[in-house]
């Protein structure tokens, strides 16, 4: 059936106007489904109908398309499913009767169809199969393996790219900015000759004092890594401990900041207005104990062991003028609590911020430098061709930066390839085959002064610890899968100092953990998405939510001195899949670069450039500024479609 043209379209769809974007995709549809425009406006209806309610206010956008798309895919391969599944009829008679006469024996392909049973002929043929075929098609280069290699068994030769390749290879957004930061200032010239980057990895901080207390016990102290990285092993006792920790360090640097002599315990009456440190908890008011939707009638401030004997109290939020509140938070209070069932707050104190590193001691090593960042997962949710990562390694060869972040999950355990158990190769061969020889690519076309880092993630199916904090990626892990010498690898979270500019970088999506369980009221930070990130530096922690969602369950209490910010970061990286975004708030840019595949389309990778100390002379006489500090005001930002 020929494809409809787009007047056709727009005369079936004559109660909504379709967007020349969406035009496309509908006619793309009907050639891909053989589909005539009065078929494809009966499946937007059906589509409407089950995904929407009926509502006739829903417009056919290309994304929207693409769902439909995907729902008309799925219902082919579950036919096609039940097919193999069910008894010899004729229908798949008739079907093996044309794969027999459609080739000649004298040809390669009728010499393969003979070397393979119908049932395997079946499995190469029906689409759902073309997939699984597909992953299966040799890489090249030096990490390519005989299991990749060419046989009547993996016939390569004839897999086809899927249609969201096809698609993702059509798109016009390459390049786009989708958001900039410091945009005016101007470009960053290198040295023909560079220097090698200094780098140096923030390591744990002393133990804390003696009336804190170390964050481990002796006995898990002398256990093996391995075994104190067991979450399903903690303790419950060692989890009290901690959060009491939390409270107890916080106090102490609200009572130095603000001279504080003594910090009251809220659970007390307080008939005149007292200072207090808790944390924030979420419970429903009917029985104390259930979690609920979190609003400001649910709150309770939560006291240490010392401050209130581990007791909590409802929180009351009505007379503050201004808050932003989440579950696990540890807040300073200024409030009353008249009869002893509830404290009144009246406002909420700005907890001290860690020091930033001193300017004069990153004179010596801040030179202007360039960095790339990108974020798994880096191919499409219907192949494992890694579309994405090749454009992204071609994109890195071309700019040369003198790092790059190169963040998991590389094969993602949510993949639905995957899950759907349409691949019968294992994570690390499918890294081997499909990643490795980029990342060799990468580093043998990058200058020797240039860094090249992998973050493990905790949807990352080729690292063995699923827990938060997650350790580096071993030696031995990197020479299995395929990884060149030069490319190293970070732990998660981690810090790093690169010519003085301190990073911070944690690859979980507590954003969008955070997002639905904040409540605010007239925040300092307006804009809500750099707001959550905020949360992470003002509670010196990567992960302060508590307790974590289901999926996310597995945060070690026991390695909860890694999850603490050893300094103050210049750059805090949040990879999230909510909105990217880069913003500057108290000289720290906050940054989620986004990823670099969303679904069935491309995502997005951040640039940035860090000028060096001697340019804000020349940056504040260009921009009438005299108050721009190094080096949040002397670095853009670019995100950058892929």
């Known amino acids: 059936m020929p494809a409809p043209s787009e007047t056709e379209l727009q005369k079936e769809f004559c109660s909504t106007k379709l967007e020349a974007d969406a035009s496309v995709e509908g006619i793309s549809i009907c050639q891909t489904f053989d589909l005539s425009a009065s078929d494809l406006f009966i499946r937007w209806q059906t589509f409407v109908i089950n995904r929407h309610g009926g509502d006739a206010s829903v417009q056919p956008t290309r994304e929207r398309l693409l769902e439909v798309r995907s729902m008309l895919q799925q219902e082919l391969e579950r036919k096609s499913s039940q097919r193999r599944g069910g008894p010899n009829g004729s229908a798949i008679k008739l079907a093996r009767h044309k794969e027999r006469v459609q080739y000649d024996k004298n040809s390669v392909e009728g010499l393969l169809q003979g070397m393979v049973s119908g049932s395997q002929r079946e499995f ?31 016939p390569s030769a004839f897999a086809e790219p899927s249609p969201s390749a096809i698609r993702y290879s059509k798109r016009t957004n390459v390049g786009h900015k989708e958001d900039s930061l410091n945009s005016g200032l101007p470009p960053i010239t290198l040295p023909e000759t560079r220097k090698p980057i200094c780098v140096f990895e923030h390591g744990a901080r002393p133990a804390d004092s003696e009336e804190i207390g170390s964050d481990e016990s002796d006995s898990d102290s002398s256990k093996p890594a391995a075994k104190r990285m067991r979450y399903m092993f903690e303790k419950i006792a060692m989890r009290t401990e901690t959060v009491n920790k939390r409270i107890e360090r916080i106090a102490i640097n609200v009572k130095a900041e603000y001279k504080i002599e003594a910090l009251a315990n809220p659970t007390y009456p307080h008939q005149n207005t007292v200072t207090a440190v808790g944390r924030i908890m979420n419970i429903s008011s009917d029985d104390g104990q259930t979690a609920a939707p979190i609003s400001s009638d649910s709150l309770y401030l939560e006291t240490s062991r010392r401050l209130g004997n581990g007791r909590r109290i409802p929180l009351d939020v009505r007379s503050a003028p201004s808050f932003s509140l989440f579950p696990g938070q540890v807040v ?4 009353k609590n008249l009869k002893g069932t509830e404290f009144s707050a009246l406002e909420f104190r700005q907890l001290p911020l860690l020091p930033h590193f001193p300017s004069n001691e990153r004179k010596e090593d801040a030179s202007p430098f360039s960095a790339m960042v990108a974020c798994g997962p880096y191919t499409l949710a219907d192949n494992f061709e890694y579309e994405p990562l090749i454009d992204l390694v071609d994109k890195a060869i071309a700019e040369a930066p003198c790092a790059v972040f190169l963040l998991g999950p590389f094969v993602s355990e949510s993949h639905p390839m995957l899950k759907g158990g349409q691949t019968d190769m ?7 085959v499909k990643i ?62 690169i010519n003085g500019v301190n990073f911070a970088i ?10 639905k369980e904040e409540v605010s009221r007239l925040p300092v930070l307006s804009d809500r998405l750099p707001r959550l990130a905020w949360h992470l530096v003002e509670q010196h922690h ?15 209490a026991s390695q909860d001195a890694k999850l603490r910010m050893q300094a103050m970061p210049d750059i805090l990286i949040t990879p999230s899949q909510l909105k990217q975004f880069a913003h500057i708030h108290e000289n720290i840019v906050l940054l989620n670069p986004g990823y670099s595949s969303k679904g069935l389309s491309g995502g997005t990778f951040a640039r940035i450039c860090v000028r060096s100390p001697n340019d804000i002379r020349s940056v504040n006489t260009m921009l009438g500024d005299s108050e721009r500090v190094f080096p949040a005001d002397c670095t853009s930002v670019d995100i950058v479609r892929i």
């Open 426 to 432: 294992l994570p690390e061969e499918i890294f081997r």
């Open 332 to 335: 300073a209070i200024e409030g």
């Open 542 to 556: 990567f992960y302060p939510l508590s307790p974590p969602p289901v999926e996310c369950a597995a945060i070690l």
């Open 124 to 154: 190469m043929k029906t689409p759902q199969s073309t997939k699984r075929v597909g992953l299966l098609k040799g890489g090249s280069g030096p990490a390519s393996h005989g299991r990749a290699m060419f046989s009547p068994m993996t």
């Open 506 to 515: 944690s690859n979980i999506d507590v954003l969008f953990h955070l997002v």
């Open 436 to 497: 490795s020889p980029h990342l060799i690519r990468l580093r043998e076309s990058l200058p020797s002064s240039a860094s090249v880092f992998l973050v493990p993630s905790t949807d990352e199916l080729c690292c063995s610890y699923v827990s938060f904090p997650q350790p580096p990626l071993s030696n031995a892990l990197l020479s299995q899968l395929g990884v060149p010498a030069g490319v190293s690898s970070l732990s998660n979270p981690a810090q790093i100092s």
